[in-house]
Structures are given as C-alpha cells and as structure tokens.
C-alpha cells in the first residue's frame, strides 16, 4: 500500500505571496493532520480534517487554512506568506476503522520543506 | 492542554550499547497513546513504537522497548544492541485516545532528542 505523499517537496516563495501545499493520504485513511516543523517551535499541530470536516485546530492564525476533499485528499493554504511560515510542513494521515491494523496511529508524509524570502 | 517534555537534547551511544531516552508528560486525560517517533536526516517520520495508557504492560519492537510509568508521566525508550542507522531525531508524542469519529485527534510533540550512534 502507497504511503502519504506531499506535494511539492520543496518551494520557494517572497513574504506577500500566497502558497498551497497537497497531501494525499493512504488508501482507505479518512482523517488527515498537518504539522509545522521549525527549529525554534519544533513540531506544532496545524489543524486535522475527517470526512471534508475540520474537526480540530491548533493556535495557527487565520492565514493558515485548510480543506479536504472526498478522497480524502487535504490541501493547505498559507496567505499573505511571513519570513517565519519558512518551515517543513508534514502531513499525517490516520485510519479510525479499528478493524485496521495500526488504526490510531499517524503515518507522515515526507513534508514540503517552504522557504519565504 | 497537553504537554511532552524530553530534557536531553542531544544523546551519544557506542555502536551495539544501549541508550535510554527520557520523556516525561502531563495530562488530566486518562485514556491516551504515547509514541516515539525517529526522525532522520532524510525528515521522513517514522513510527518507532506505540505505548496505550490502559494497557500495563510496556510495549516492544525488537530492539526498541518502553518503559512506561503512568502514575509518574513517565516513558521513556531503551533502544537495545545501537546500530548506525538509528542515528536521528527521537520525538516523544501524546495523543488522547478519540472517543467516536466527532471527536478529533493531534500529536502533541516533546522538543526532540538527538541521538548519534557512534561505531
């Protein structure tokens, strides 16, 4: 079974634009999470997806927003870009079916490294 | 709010040695997971092992092992027999066990440990 993939792996952006980043989940996975990697704030939560509903966020601003399509496909969109969104941005997908082997459990995608010049 | 602390920030072992790395938590939850996860210079996150807070028993992978103490907000990883290729980032998480699909779930992360097996 393919794992999470993200899209683009890298990208390079100017403060004042706009960027958005994908994220396709394992096959069969519903729930789908993002997470900034930086080096002062380690790892934060940015907000998790279930079924095209964001059901839980983290202390992001209203710049950093979200959806998730019907294949469970989640896209992420940072506005107005600021020199400190320069990070690694993971996404995480997760199975709630408990006749899963290893449901409850996060699997991470490889991560779009942003950097915001 | 949850919260994951590991105080070591960086670790050295020798090759085939053993090394325990730190982690102390805090919740008011009483249903949860703990993770470990490695993180290595590629930055792809990797599942090391999974620890249920209901369940008493300390869980294993092979050469990696816990050793969980819940009344103490304790978990710590013991990784057996060091090879080269655990060098990385080790990362201790909670998450609240989800309670039915409305409920959501997130990993909340400690600061990371560095851990570098030298041969």
């Not at chain 2, 816990?66 to 090879?83: C, G, P, Y």
Request: charged share 20%.
């Amino acid at each position: 079974k393919a794992g999470v993939t993200q899209t683009p792996r890298y990208l390079i952006k100017t403060r004042g634009q706009q960027v958005t980043l994908s994220c396709s989940p394992i096959s069969g996975h519903r729930s789908v999470s993002w997470y900034q990697q930086t080096p002062g704030q380690g790892l934060q939560f940015l907000f998790e997806y279930f079924s095209e509903t964001q059901r839980n966020k983290g202390n992001f601003p209203g710049r950093f927003s979200g959806r998730q399509f019907s294949n469970s496909r989640s896209e992420m969109n940072v506005s107005t870009l600021e020199l400190g969104d320069s990070a690694l941005y993971l996404c995480a997908s997760m199975s709630w079916d408990a006749r899963v082997e290893r449901h409850n459990e996060q699997f991470f995608g490889p991560g779009t490294r942003l950097t915001v010049l | 709010a949850q919260t994951v602390t590991q105080s070591q920030p960086e670790m050295s072992v020798q090759e085939a040695e053993t090394v325990t790395l730190s982690c102390t938590y805090d919740t008011s939850e009483n249903n949860y997971y703990l993770f470990w996860y490695k993180q290595p210079p590629s930055r792809q996150m990797i599942l090391v092992i999974r620890q249920e807070a209901y369940k008493q028993q300390n869980a294993t992978e092979n050469r990696f092992s816990v050793n969980f103490q819940k009344a103490a907000k304790s978990f710590s990883l013991k990784i057996s027999d060091s090879q080269l290729g655990d060098t990385a980032m080790y990362f201790c998480a909670f998450m609240n066990r989800p309670q039915g699909e409305t409920s959501g779930s997130r990993l909340t992360f400690g600061e990371g440990t560095q851990l570098t097996v030298n041969p």
